[in-house]
């Protein structure tokens, strides 16, 4: 998989300038993703309503995709159904790492199974009862980010390190 491609991120009238800023690598956002307990998922109707509320979720640096699990009747689906641009981030706020993309449901059997596996093997430690049947008997759905950006809420990082990250097709 190509590792995302670093940018500077426009917030020059938040201080960030060329001649200071030094990026961050994309192992630092891919740290944070994968460690992550809760992530803001935010989804908007046809209509542009927004809709936002935090998920557990598994992001797969191998794949750099991210995927949670929700109900089927729940606003998040019906949102994505009809209008698949998604935002989603880490709700760590001093550390902050977003990702822009598309949400599809996951339909192939063994990708879902996939999926499931992954998240009882990052959050079974949490709730002794979760397994795949319980991720299973819901929708799965998958982020594929477009971009991603980070920013440091520590005055020593905040304008030289925030980075913004595009992925590759």
Not at 16 to 25: D, I, K, N, Q
Not at 27 to 32: D, F, H, K, L, Q
Request: aromatic share 10%; with cysteine.
């Amino acid at each position: 998989m190509v590792e995302p491609v670093a940018e500077m991120p426009a917030m020059a009238e938040y201080g960030v300038r060329a001649e200071a800023w030094e990026p961050l690598p994309w192992s630092w956002a891919a740290e944070r993703l994968v460690r992550g307990r809760n992530f803001w998922v935010v989804t908007a109707s046809s209509s542009g309503q927004p809709h936002a509320l935090p998920v557990w979720g598994v992001w797969d640096d191998d794949e750099h995709r991210f995927a949670f699990s929700c109900a089927p009747g729940s606003v998040k689906a019906r949102n994505i159904a009809t209008n698949p641009r998604v935002a989603v981030a880490a709700d760590d706020t001093v550390e902050c790492v977003s990702l822009q993309g598309r949400a599809a449901v996951v339909t192939d059997d063994a990708r879902r199974r996939l999926w499931a596996d992954r998240y009882v093997a990052k959050y079974a430690a949490m709730s002794e009862e979760l397994d795949p049947a319980f991720v299973l008997a819901h929708l799965v759905v998958e982020v594929r980010p477009t971009r991603a950006i980070a920013v440091i809420e520590r005055e020593d990082d905040f304008a030289t390190r925030p980075t913004s990250w595009r992925f590759a097709g």
